[in-house]
């Protein structure tokens, strides 16, 4: 077999997706960061159970549970009130798709209230409601304070990789993240990292203590259990 080391590695299921919702192309796999690669593989993975559309439904990208598989659309007047509009719309599509690969990927009851959980609830049995609500408080309140970390991680980076507007549009996404803990947090740090990559900001120390978070995030959605660790 004859390997031409200068075909640059692409996803293309990805990159299509990416082109229908006119985002901002992903660079090369070798301008990405080793942990930014694993979880577009990751995504690349999952987007085959994944039905995709347009919407009119003032949504940048959203993702809904349709077992077996799940259907995404993005809505294309929706315009981002922070972020650069293609870059957002690039890591707001890979955001919806790592969101099917965390609902595989975490041991939960199987109930609905629990679609799209960004947690292992591993409660004993019987299963109860308040078992599953102490499970998910705990964790809710690790997401929150390494989030806010995370916000403080980016208050003291004065670099110049990240300019006003990426430092207003990634406040706006913690925000966002702590508004639904259960559910945003593997898919909001996947999103800001590709946002940050897009913006060539991935040598920044926001870039790096973000990778921090999403490589625990990572990891424990890789094990069967284990609960959120504090960064
Ligand atoms: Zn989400």
Request: hydrophobic share 40%; net charge positive.
């Given at each position: 077999m004859i390997v031409n080391n200068d075909v640059p590695m692409r996803r293309t299921a990805i990159d299509r997706q990416i082109t229908a919702?006119?985002?901002a192309p992903l660079p090369d796999d070798d301008l990405l960061d080793g942990h930014l690669r694993s979880l577009l593989d990751e995504a690349a993975s999952a987007i085959s159970g994944i039905e995709f559309g347009e919407a009119t439904n003032g949504q940048p990208a959203q993702i809904t549970a349709e077992r077996p598989g799940y259907s995404s659309t993005f809505d294309p007047a929706y315009v981002s009130a922070t972020g650069e509009p293609r870059a957002f719309r690039t890591s707001a599509l890979l955001h919806e798709i790592l969101h099917a690969s965390c609902d595989r990927a975490y041991v939960k009851p199987d109930i609905q209230e629990l679609d799209f959980c960004n947690f292992h609830v591993v409660v004993p049995a019987p299963v109860t409601d308040q078992a599953i609500i102490a499970e998910l408080k705990g964790q809710r309140e690790t997401v929150t304070a390494n989030i806010g970390k995370a916000g403080k991680a980016l208050e003291a980076d004065r670099g110049r990789l990240i300019s006003d507007t990426t430092r207003a549009h990634l406040n706006a996404r913690f925000t966002?993240?702590?508004?639904?803990?259960?559910v945003h947090y593997d898919t909001v740090l996947f999103e800001l990292l590709v946002y940050l990559a897009l913006q060539n900001a991935q040598a920044s120390p926001t870039f790096q203590f973000l990778k921090k978070l999403s490589v625990e995030a990572a990891d424990r959605r890789g094990d069967d259990s284990g609960r959120i660790q504090a960064i």
């Open positions: 919702c006119k985002g966002y993240a702590l508004a639904l803990p259960n």
